[in-house]
């Protein structure tokens, strides 16, 4: 990654939140001297020139729960996360983008104050639990994943008329791997909702985590969207496979029955899976789901 990154991108958020909104990450690129030729950054301004006030706010909270200079674990893997941060950015930006799009040509109220501001807050939270000094305490992580997709799907894919089913074991891994997890699990979601359902053609995402064998794991994201044609998914490299190696996985695609779907099946020590699984379908269109019906599910 640029060093320009490390230098700039710590701070982020907060100068999002400091500039006016339209316009906002083109003047945080120019400020930053980051908006060069070929960069990530040029692009994301250019993503985000033209964004609503609320897109920006929706954005600046999003973005401040990814500076890569204030991730924590070990420092071994910091030049990962520094990596999945930015990409997460960018992927991000897309999704807002995007967002502002379909607004625009539905006439919708552009992303509102009220639950979609508060959806942004949450999935952060949720980014933000996964940072930890001890990489090797062992802690859940379902319940983590399971909010991240579904708080993507919800605030990303309502108004694609995109709609989520999980069907989450109950397991817990180190925290190194359970954040490589739960990381991997939003790019492939965040990949699905950019490239399987354009033009708001709708359709289902399925996120599931299930034990297979005597101790492995497979982690699985499918869409029923347009699939790749010309252009196969990269498995050799990308934030998705360096997150699945992390895991001492591999990444893998197939293309049937109409369904497109990313694996990566990783081995667990004995005892990691716990008992029982959690099933949740979030229904196409369908909004914010509340912590006191999660902690339901």
């Not at 700039?8 to 945080?28: E, T, Y």
């Not at 520094?82 to 799009?101: I, S, W």
């Not at 983590?144 to 891994?173: H, K, P, Q, S, Y």
């Not at 779907?261 to 789901?289: D, L, T, Y």
């Amino acid at each position: 990654m640029e060093a320009v990154l490390s230098e700039n991108f710590a701070d982020f958020g907060d100068r999002l939140h400091a500039v006016p909104p339209v316009g906002s990450v083109r003047a945080i690129a120019a400020s930053s001297h980051v908006a060069r030729s070929g960069s990530r950054f040029e692009t994301m301004a250019l993503l985000s020139g033209e964004q609503s006030r609320h897109g920006s706010t929706v954005l600046a909270v999003l973005l401040a729960a990814v500076p890569p200079k204030q991730q924590g674990g070990s420092s071994v893997l910091q030049p990962l996360w520094a990596e999945e941060a930015m990409h997460r950015a960018f992927g991000l930006m897309r999704l807002v983008a995007n967002q502002t799009d379909r607004n625009d040509s539905t006439d919708r109220t552009p992303l509102l104050t009220g639950w979609e501001v508060g959806l942004a807050q949450d999935l952060a939270a949720q980014f933000r639990s996964l940072e930890t000094g001890d990489d090797r305490r062992v802690r859940p992580c379902s319940g983590v994943l399971r909010n991240v997709v579904a708080d993507l799907c919800a605030l990303f894919g309502g108004a694609a008329n995109i709609g989520l089913r999980t069907e989450v074991e109950r397991m817990a891994l180190p925290a190194y791997k359970r954040r490589a997890l739960v990381l991997a699990a939003a790019e492939l979601v965040t990949n699905a909702i950019l490239h399987g359902f354009p033009a708001g053609s709708g359709g289902q995402i399925e996120v599931s985590l299930t034990s297979f064998g005597a101790a492995h794991v497979c982690l699985r994201v499918a869409d029923d969207g347009v699939g790749f044609i010309e252009n196969l998914p990269n498995l050799d490299c990308g934030i998705a496979a360096g997150l699945a190696e992390l895991l001492e996985a591999d990444l893998t695609y197939d293309r049937r029955n109409g369904w497109t779907a990313a694996e990566i099946a990783f081995p667990v020590r004995m005892g990691s899976p716990g008992q029982g699984k959690c099933v949740f379908s979030q229904a196409k269109g369908a909004g914010f789901v509340s912590q006191r019906e999660r902690k339901t599910l």
